[in-house]
């Protein structure tokens, strides 16, 4: 398992702080993803462990494009 690890204050590139429970929202949703895909050995990507972990909290996951455009 990778040792993600949240802080309350994280805030990247000058984005606004988001509000305590949409962070909370986020930083579980990480913390899933990444034991999915830590625990996959290779079989899923990181956008597909969110993608699970969102299917698996009942959240919609994050709309990822990609250099395709077209979210793979």
Do not use: C, K, W
Not at 22 to 49: F, M, N, P, W, Y
Not at 50 to 66: D, K, N, S, W
């Amino acid at each position: 398992m990778t040792a993600y690890e949240p802080t309350s204050a994280r805030n990247r590139r000058g984005r606004p702080q988001m509000p305590e429970t949409t962070q909370e929202l986020a930083d579980e949703l990480a913390r899933r993803a990444a034991e999915i895909h830590a625990r996959s050995d290779g079989e899923l990507s990181i956008v597909e462990a969110v993608a699970l972990a969102a299917f698996r909290m009942g959240v919609e996951a994050p709309q990822i494009t990609t250099e395709h455009g077209d979210g793979s």
